[in-house]
């Protein structure tokens, strides 16, 4: 399969991965009659069970190796669940999404150290202007009903959690199928959230059927969709350019807590997601033009 191939069908994967992930906070926080953690825990367990039964259909049921090479993969995706979830009941949507998405300058750093990627100058400048848009989403929400400077301490939390999740979904993807990655993470990440959901006491209340409806939405759409899209393309593009996308993500969630659950956007808000959008669109353009390039 050639570069240009490659991104051709990795890059569209992930932006509906995005879009998938951006809809979660906006779901969690609709789900108001359970705590955060609880939402956590019969999220991650349906999503689990939904993922092993589609390995177990397709006859390539879930192998130990894959939980091997899969734990760090499957205890960051329960930390970045478990806090993000937490941060969008205590702070706007915006706010929670937006901190989080900082994480691709991370990736910008450790990227080739790691991985062998060397992004061009151009690439860490249009990160860069990315994240300054990202930061006038942020701070044009300041005062805005909802926000909350503890929930913004929470969102900062998961930039270092979704760091090490995307980390290790790259270096998995050398050893074993990202379906196999998907599986693992996913029954990790439940057996991890567990304890800390029974802990709360916010799971002895069980849900109604209106929230039975929401979970199963939340676990078939941002969970097994979202994070099978964007491990299978993981082995696609690069993984500073998968991190980027993210950025996609408070834009989107933005707009979509704005339409479904009246979270007042100010004006600034919208001229930082435009800025985003922008160098996004900018960013993969000029990707596919190095692999173009670069392409027998």
């Not at 091997?68 to 702070?91: E, N, P, Q, Y």
């Not at 270096?171 to 990655?181: D, F, K, T």
């Amino acid at each position: 399969m050639t570069a240009t191939t490659s991104n051709t069908k990795g890059v569209p994967a992930a932006a509906i991965a995005m879009v998938g992930w951006a809809a979660s906070g906006v779901i969690a926080k609709g789900i108001t009659e359970l705590g955060a953690l609880a939402v956590v825990f019969w999220r991650m367990w349906i999503y689990a069970v939904i993922v092993l039964l589609f390995l177990k259909l397709r006859g390539t049921p879930l192998r130990r190796d894959s939980l091997r090479v899969s734990w760090r993969g499957g205890i960051s995706l329960g930390a970045d669940i478990m806090l993000f979830f937490s941060a969008v009941r205590l702070t706007t949507v915006a706010n929670a999404t937006v901190i989080g998405s900082c994480q691709p300058l991370i990736m910008l750093l450790i990227a080739g150290r790691l991985f062998g990627e060397r992004p061009k100058r151009h690439h860490w400048f249009l990160a860069l202007v990315a994240i300054c848009g990202v930061a006038i989403v942020m701070f044009g929400s300041t005062g805005v009903q909802g926000w909350s400077p503890k929930g913004d301490l929470l969102a900062v939390a998961v930039v270092a959690a979704w760091t090490g999740y995307f980390v290790f979904s790259k270096l998995s993807s050398r050893q074993i199928e990202s379906s196999q990655y998907t599986g693992a993470t996913a029954l990790i990440c439940a057996l991890f959230a567990t304890p800390f959901a029974l802990a709360s006491g916010q799971v002895f209340t069980m849900p109604s059927s209106n929230a039975w409806v929401w979970l199963v939405v939340l676990s078939i759409g941002p969970g097994f969709t979202s994070h099978m899209l964007m491990n299978w393309s993981l082995s696609r593009i690069p993984a500073w350019l998968g991190s980027t996308l993210t950025l996609a993500i408070p834009v989107t969630a933005t707009v979509m807590a704005w339409i479904f659950l009246g979270e007042e956007v100010a004006a600034l808000q919208f001229a930082g997601m435009a800025v985003v959008l922008v160098t996004l669109g900018v960013i993969v353009l000029s990707q596919s033009k190095t692999a173009n390039n670069t392409s027998p």
